[in-house]
C-alpha cells in the first residue's frame, strides 16, 4: 500500500525526488514519514507530514533546509526533494505510515512501510 521511488546514484550536490505513493485505502487518518537506514543503524527520521489534509511538515535537524516535503493529494503521493546531497546521505529511503502523527519521528510507531528506495551519493 506504500511504494517508495525515485532513489538512485548521485554525485555529491546532486539532487534526487523521492516519491512515496499509496494506494488500496485513504491515508486521510494518517501521517506520512520518511525514513532512512544504514546497514547496522536503526531506522532514522528524516521528514513528515503529520496529515494528508491540513497537516504540518517536520524535518530532522541534519536537513538543514535542504530537503522538501510535498504531497500531491490528486495522485495519493508525498514527494520528497533533495538537494545538495552529501555521501553522509546514502542510505535506503523509506515512507511509511502511522495513525498517530504525535509520534511522526519513532519509525516504531507506524503500521505500514513502503519497500524503500536506495539512495547512493558518490563520486
Known amino acids: 500500500q506504500l511504494q517508495a521511488s525515485g532513489g538512485g546514484l548521485v554525485q555529491p550536490g546532486g539532487s534526487l525526488r523521492l516519491s512515496c505513493r499509496t494506494s488500496?485505502?485513504?491515508?486521510?487518518?494518517?501521517?506520512i514519514g520518511w525514513f532512512r537506514q544504514t546497514p547496522g543503524n536503526e531506522r532514522e527520521f528524516v521528514a513528515g507530514?503529520?496529515?494528508?489534509?491540513?497537516?504540518?511538515?517536520y524535518y530532522a535537524n541534519f536537513v538543514k533546509g535542504r530537503f522538501t516535503l510535498s504531497r500531491d493529494t490528486a495522485k495519493n503521493t508525498v514527494h520528497l526533494q533533495m538537494n545538495s546531497l552529501q555521501p553522509e546521505d546514502t542510505a535506503v529511503y523509506y515512507c511509511?505510515?502511522?495513525?498517530?502523527?504525535?509520534?511522526?519521528?519513532?519509525?516504531?510507531?507506524?503500521?505500514?512501510w513502503g519497500q524503500g528506495t536506495q539512495v547512493t551519493v558518490s563520486s
Open positions: 507530514i503529520t496529515g494528508w489534509i491540513g497537516g504540518s511538515i
Open positions: 488500496g485505502f485513504t491515508f486521510e487518518n494518517y501521517a
Open positions: 511509511g505510515a502511522t495513525p498517530t502523527p504525535r509520534y511522526l519521528r519513532f519509525a516504531s510507531k507506524y503500521n505500514y
